[in-house]
């Protein structure tokens, strides 16, 4: 078989494990297998999903957020920015709500903010606002304000100037 004819079937054998013979380790082990030879084909991308939900069910939320961590990468490499920024910040809420790994989170979310997504950037100043690192809030806040459209760029200014004189107090 050619490589890609290969790969749809075993991609069709783990849906069908899932599916039909309720086995969802075997389709998961099937899927592991696909995504460990090129996780960046048309086979895994469009798998991907389904994957992280088998992975979820199965309670292997570690298992997701790298799931998610690595497609944000393979997207980047595509040259698709914004659906690597959203895949970072998927990764990254991820890693804050079911690991609570905040520094994991904060990894991820600075690559999304990298690449310019406004919810990383809210992200970050709402973690670094709640952990009283002021400075380092302003700095993803004025980011933010940056890149603002005038209907939202008042909200975020004054949210900025509360974060200033919180980092001016004792």
């Given amino acids: ?59 292997r939320q570690t298992d997701v957020v790298s799931l998610w961590e690595d497609q944000a990468q393979v997207r980047l490499r595509l040259g698709d920015r914004p659906t690597s920024a959203a895949l970072w910040v998927r990764a990254a809420s991820l890693a804050e709500e079911w690991l609570l790994d905040t520094d994991r989170a904060i990894a991820d979310y600075k690559q999304g903010a990298d690449l310019g997504l406004d919810a990383a950037l809210e992200a970050l100043a709402r973690i670094y606002t709640g952990q009283r690192e002021y400075l380092l809030a302003a700095n993803f806040l004025e980011r933010l304000c940056a890149q603002s459209s005038r209907e939202a760029l008042s909200d975020r200014a004054l949210q900025l100037a509360a974060v200033y004189v919180a980092a001016m107090r004792p």
Avoid at 6 to 11: C, K, M, P
Avoid at 29 to 46: K, M, T
């Fill in 1 to 59: 078989f050619h490589r890609s004819e290969r790969r749809a079937l075993q991609r069709d054998a783990a849906y069908l494990c899932s599916d039909q013979l309720m086995d969802n380790a075997q389709a998961i082990a099937v899927f592991e297998r696909i995504f460990a030879e090129d996780s960046g084909d048309e086979i895994a991308l469009s798998s991907v999903s389904r994957f992280a939900r088998l992975l979820e069910e199965v309670g």
